[in-house]
């Protein structure tokens, strides 16, 4: 029965012996009394620690001490430890966590140093523990929640900071189109598109001096904002602002910018009249009116009776009304140069020529003429259809128009002079038209009618049976 008692005494572990020594000095004997021989200061420690029921890395995480650390500290081997002033900190944090007196524990370590032999002796190193995997991070419920409430609340705050700042600044304002104060553009511009960057989502205003509402735009997700205004000649004038739709708040500097549209070169018509000549004296009233001009988008000549060619002796009661000539307006050919042809009845005539521009610039020439016939000169029109027509010029068959005739079609005229008499043959007499001597006479016969006519001054003209 000994030797088995002493057989299960020899396999007891020494953790299990600390264990309970450290029990024994927990008592009221003190350490060293003859009863209980004293325990070391390691198996102190591993024995406090298994009767609080801790492994190392439960202790590491109260403690923030390392295992390795609190290892060396229940073996006794101090020489792992970084030195003795960090050893006698773990020493002191560990035994306030096991429930020990800091200071006796520190006083013992003291003790046991002095001594390193006899300890040596003394004490049986506790076994290292076994090192267990450190455990990852896990995520609990709880610690989800409360991340997402941080980051809420850090989003919330961010974001009542960025509104305070917005409410508390005014908005920007920049123009980059056009980049200067005072722009001109080309002559005929009527429009304009300015450009910019400001704030997101302002409201652009567009101030045009004279205009009643202001031209507006917004500013994109960027800040930048375009917008076209309208120009007129001479000087436009604009103010850019921008307005903060959320605070109301309007740019502290508003800019300026003036465009410059240059008033057109107008250059008025040059006019030459070739003929008539100042004074010219006519035997007939088919007058060209030719001449040359620039410049020019018309021609307009206007025929103004002045009197008779000689002034009667006695003044008639109540002298015949003037000729009233209808003014006729030409456009200039691409070389500048324009004719007018005018039928004119006896008398003296001014005739004025005015050139116009585009522009609506104008010059005027006039020139005095006379009409004064001499023998016969007739006028012959077609209008309304075609006819055909054979002509005796003082009893000669005229040229051109002999004895085959020719064909005139509707708008075309001809002119023919004679010393003493013109003889005309129509195949149309209601569409043949005639003027002789500057009077007009109009249509003598009927549409479809052949009828000749004798024009001898100062007889009225006579229907023959000429053919």
Do not use: C
């Not at 002493?6 to 060293?32: D, F, Y």
């Not at 390392?66 to 229940?74: P, V």
């Not at 989502?201 to 904002?225: C, F, K, N």
Request: aromatic share 6%; hydrophobic share 40%; charged share 20%.
């Amino acid at each position: 029965m000994t030797t088995r008692n002493q057989a299960r005494r020899s396999t007891t572990s020494p953790e299990t012996a600390a264990a309970g020594r450290a029990s024994e000095a927990g008592s009221s004997r003190p350490v060293g009394s003859a009863e209980m021989p004293p325990i070391s200061l390691p198996e102190r420690l591993l024995a406090a620690r298994e009767r609080k029921g801790v492994d190392l890395y439960r202790a590491e995480r109260d403690t923030k001490i390392r295992a390795h650390y609190l290892a060396a500290l229940e073996r006794g081997d101090y020489r792992e430890l970084p030195g003795a002033v960090y050893t006698k900190g773990f020493l002191r944090n560990y035994a306030l966590y096991l429930g020990l007196d800091p200071d006796e524990v520190l006083a013992q370590w003291r003790s046991e140093r002095g001594e390193a032999a006899l300890a040596t002796t003394a004490v049986s190193t506790p076994p290292r523990p076994l090192v267990s995997p450190r455990p990852g991070l896990t995520f609990s419920p709880g610690l989800l929640a409360a991340a997402l409430l941080t980051v809420a609340v850090v989003a919330f705050v961010a974001y009542l900071g960025v509104q305070l700042f917005r409410f508390a600044k005014p908005p920007t304002i920049a123009v980059t189109n056009p980049a200067a104060a005072v722009t001109e553009v080309e002559d005929g511009t009527t429009t304009y598109t300015f450009s910019g960057a400001s704030i997101a989502g302002a409201t652009i205003e567009i101030t045009a001096a004279g205009r009643d509402q202001p031209y507006r735009a917004s500013a994109g997700p960027d800040g930048s904002w375009t917008t076209e205004v309208e120009l007129s000649r001479g000087r436009n004038q604009f103010e850019v602002n921008a307005k903060d739709p959320e605070t109301g708040k309007t740019a502290e500097d508003p800019i300026q910018r003036v465009i410059m549209v240059p008033f057109p070169v107008i250059e008025a018509p040059t006019l030459i009249v070739e003929s008539p000549l100042d004074g010219a004296t006519y035997e007939n009233g088919a007058i060209p009116v030719t001449g040359r001009t620039t410049n020019a988008g018309s021609v307009r000549v206007a025929s103004t009776w002045q009197g008779p060619v000689t002034e009667p002796v006695e003044p008639e009661a109540s002298p015949p009304a003037p000729p009233i000539v209808e003014p006729q307006t030409a456009t200039p050919a691409d070389d500048g140069t324009f004719s007018v042809p005018v039928e004119l009845v006896a008398g003296r005539w001014m005739i004025t020529v005015t050139a116009a521009s585009a522009e609506g610039k104008t010059v005027t020439l006039a020139r005095n003429v006379t009409v004064s016939f001499k023998g016969v000169n007739l006028v012959v029109s077609i209008d309304g259809g075609s006819a055909w027509l054979k002509v005796w010029v003082d009893g000669k068959l005229a040229e051109g128009f002999g004895a085959g005739g020719k064909t005139l079609r509707d708008g075309r005229t001809v002119t023919f002079t004679g010393e003493t008499s013109v003889e005309v043959r129509t195949g149309s007499s209601g569409v043949t038209y005639f003027t002789l001597n500057g009077d007009a006479l109009g249509a003598l016969g009927r549409r479809g009618i052949p009828e000749t006519w004798l024009f001898k001054p100062p007889a009225p003209p006579e229907q023959t049976g000429r053919k």
